[in-house]
């Protein structure tokens, strides 16, 4: 049972504008949200993240966004760069020590010049 | 940054083999460390929890037996696939937390690509 959904698989956005990558859940003991970047064959690379304790947080040119009442949250990326071309995790947990994370199925971005 | 690094990165051997693969924090110490599983296209899967001194913690449909693990110290951990079938050619990826304590990130190391012939 997937507790954590990535509904687009992919995206496209061009070179300087917005993306915008977007991530739903269904457990509502999830209190700790992360987003991750993955090459192929690497593992990921820890990107931002956010406890429920927060709407937003913000790291330079990414943002991530948690709507708890809709149990949504999404990461923006501005500008969006071709470096940014990657497969991104959003991920989930019931923080404690040693919880482990739920991830969704990524959504591959691509960023055109 | 906190790093994780991960040996080997690629293994092709025959099935029956048995296949051990390290997990080891460089910069820090961690008390757990997590093994998942990803298969093409599809999510990073929780196999098991590995804690320091103790027994690892398995996650449902995941065979103790089959896939060993060992964390002996704080900076190491092991998975080994026993007698690996082709069934376990997977991508397999180990993580650690740099801190104890609530709302710490997982870090990740490159994973090891199994292929078995």
């Known amino acids: 049972d997937q507790q954590v959904k990535q509904n687009s698989p992919s995206l496209s956005v061009q070179e300087g504008r917005i993306s915008i990558l977007n991530c739903d859940y269904t457990?509502?003991?999830?209190?700790?949200f992360l987003w991750y970047k993955k090459y192929p064959a690497e593992g990921p690379t820890f990107l931002i993240s956010?406890?429920?304790?927060?709407d937003k947080n913000e790291d330079g040119r990414f943002t991530v966004f948690l709507n708890k009442s809709a149990k949504h949250l999404s990461l923006h990326i501005v500008p969006s760069q071709p470096g940014d071309s990657a497969v991104y995790f959003c991920?989930?947990?019931?923080?404690?020590?040693?919880?482990?994370?739920?991830f969704g199925k990524g959504t591959s971005l691509l960023v055109t010049p | 940054g906190a790093v994780v690094s991960q040996h080997p990165s690629w293994v092709i051997c025959k099935s029956g083999t048995s296949v051990k693969i390290e997990c080891r924090s460089l910069?820090?110490?961690?008390?757990?460390m997590f093994w998942y599983r990803q298969f093409p296209k599809q999510s990073l899967m929780l196999m098991a929890t590995?804690?320091?001194?103790?027994?690892?913690?398995?996650e449902q449909g995941v065979e103790k037996d089959k896939f060993l693990i060992n964390h002996a110290s704080l900076t190491l951990s092991t998975l080994t696939v026993t007698s690996a079938h082709p069934e376990d050619s997977s991508f397999y990826i180990c993580?650690?937390?740099?801190?104890?304590?609530?709302?710490?990130?997982?870090?990740f190391g490159d994973g090891t690509r199994l292929s078995i012939l």
């Open positions: 993580s650690a937390r740099s801190r104890d304590g609530p709302n710490q990130p997982q870090h």
């Open positions: 457990n509502s003991m999830f209190d700790y």
């Open positions: 956010i406890s429920s304790i927060k």
């Open positions: 991920a989930a947990s019931v923080d404690g020590s040693g919880y482990a994370l739920n």
């Open positions: 910069d820090f110490q961690a008390t757990t």
């Open positions: 590995s804690n320091e001194g103790s027994k690892a913690t398995y």
